[in-house]
């Protein structure tokens, strides 16, 4: 005997939903799709979807409402006008939004009899339904249960609670490791290339480098959680001081943007007293803007 799938409406069909929408249809879930400019639909009905002609026939249509839209606001725009027809439904918002939006839209959806859950996508569109996909999830644990073998095809899903808001902080915390990251290599880069170096040969070296060095987030992570930054065997926030970078930015004539804010971290604890103490204690700057702490 097998057992029904759920149905499942996608509203939302850029190349994230359109990519969720698809391993959707390729697990064989009953699939009905929605956008404001129906072209967008055209590919995945030709796959099998079922075209709704207006979002309130998308809600009416399936078990799980999957929103996936531009930002938080539009979630709004387009659901407000439907909370009569969305009680008693269940909601996976995989909208980019903040922990706060996230918690909003889960009250929302609490006072209007829809169960909620709240989902942060760590990948592109291409990677959807492939090992390199995860997607992170927090708010209702029924929902998650009950849908995971369609949350299982869009990546490997981690669940974090019931507080909606998680899933949000872990993307945005995880994308903010990744920008300041990729920032640092376009510093390096932009350093390099003062001196007619191409990109793609420094991000050779860049990429070696970072293999090596990265282990070291998790010592750095002990030492946090520990709190206790004057450990023996630690780089000291003295030694960690990097105006040779700063000043060799300067002399090359590019922006010293980036390391600046670096610096600015490291100075506020060395001036504080703290010069000794290893270079973790730069995460106190972040942690209390206010205080050297």
């Known amino acids: 005997m097998t057992t029904p799938q759920h149905t499942v409406s996608f509203l939302g069909l850029g190349e994230m939903g359109s990519a969720l929408a698809r391993a959707a249809l390729s697990g064989c879930h009953p699939t009905t799709v929605w956008n404001r400019n129906p072209d967008k639909a055209a590919a995945l009905v030709d796959a099998g979807a079922r075209r709704a002609g207006t979002a309130a026939d998308a809600v009416e249509a399936s078990d799980l409402i999957v929103v996936c839209l531009f930002d938080h606001q539009s979630v709004h725009d387009v659901l407000d ?5 969305l009680a008693g439904r269940r909601l996976l918002n995989l909208t980019t939004t ?6 909003e839209l889960a009250r929302w959806a609490a006072s209007i ?3 909620y859950l709240d989902g942060g ?3 592109t569109p291409e990677m959807i339904g492939t090992p390199q996909s995860t997607v992170l999830y927090s708010g209702s644990q029924r929902l998650y249960d009950d849908h995971h073998d369609l949350i299982e095809s869009w990546g490997a899903p981690e669940y974090f609670g019931d507080d909606a808001g998680m899933a949000s902080l872990y993307d945005l915390a995880l994308l903010s490791s990744m ?3 990729w920032a640092g290599f376009f510093h390096g ?8 170096v191409p990109a793609k040969d420094f991000a050779i070296r860049v990429t070696g480098w970072l293999q090596y060095v990265l282990p070291a987030v998790t010592g750095y992570a002990e030492v946090i959680d520990g709190g206790d930054y004057s450990l023996p065997g630690q780089q000291s926030l003295e030694f960690s001081d990097i105006s040779d970078v700063v000043e060799a930015s300067r002399a090359l ?4 943007e980036v390391v600046d804010v670096v610096q600015s971290l490291i100075h506020r604890q ?3 007293g703290h010069g000794r103490d290893g270079f973790a204690r730069a995460i106190e700057s972040i942690k209390r803007p206010e205080e050297a702490a």
């Open 270 to 272: 060395i001036d504080a």
């Open 113 to 115: 009899d829809v169960e």
């Open 81 to 85: 006008p439907l909370t009569d027809r």
């Open 179 to 181: 920008y300041v990251m």
């Open 253 to 256: 004539g590019i922006s010293t």
């Open 189 to 196: 880069a932009a350093m390099v290339g003062a001196a007619g």
């Open 121 to 123: 996508i760590m990948a």
């Open 98 to 103: 903040s922990p706060d939006g996230a918690r």
